[in-house]
């Protein structure tokens, strides 16, 4: 009888890690998410501003993002550089990247 009550107690145990690994898994890949949307967004800006695309870049970069179920929490031009800011949400919290863009240096 003591031993499956102890046996009862580790799968349980399991379980519940396995739950709270998911978990994290599931936020680190949001995080990857939100990265390649801000990489998006800034490329389309700065081609926008190199002249490649019409428009005003940080519309555009906006329109990429919600396209991906994000928004632009900033949008900064400096020359032919765009720095992008995106947030999505992971259940009630929210995930935030930022990414730059432009031609080498």
């Given at each position: 009888?003591?031993?499956?009550?102890a046996?009862?107690?580790?799968?349980?145990?399991?379980?519940?890690?396995?739950?709270?690994?998911?978990?994290?898994?599931?936020?680190a890949?949001?995080?990857?998410?939100?990265?390649?949307?801000?990489?998006?967004?800034?490329?389309?800006?700065?081609?926008?501003?190199?002249?490649?695309?019409?428009?005003?870049?940080?519309?555009?970069?906006?329109?990429?993002?919600?396209?991906?179920?994000?928004?632009?929490?900033?949008?900064?031009?400096?020359?032919?550089?765009?720095?992008?800011?995106?947030?999505?949400?992971?259940?009630?919290?929210?995930?935030?990247?930022?990414?730059?863009?432009?031609?080498?240096?």
């Open positions: 009888m003591a031993g499956s009550i046996t009862a107690g580790v799968i349980c145990a399991a379980g519940i890690a396995a739950a709270g690994l998911v978990g994290i898994g599931a936020a890949a949001e995080s990857q998410r939100a990265a390649g949307i801000a990489d998006a967004a800034a490329l389309a800006a700065a081609e926008t501003l190199a002249g490649f695309a019409a428009g005003d870049p940080c519309a555009r970069a906006g329109a990429l993002a919600a396209s991906q179920a994000a928004s632009i929490t900033a949008c900064e031009i400096d020359g032919l550089i765009a720095t992008v800011s995106v947030e999505t949400r992971f259940g009630a919290m929210p995930v935030t990247a930022i990414a730059r863009a432009g031609p080498p240096l």
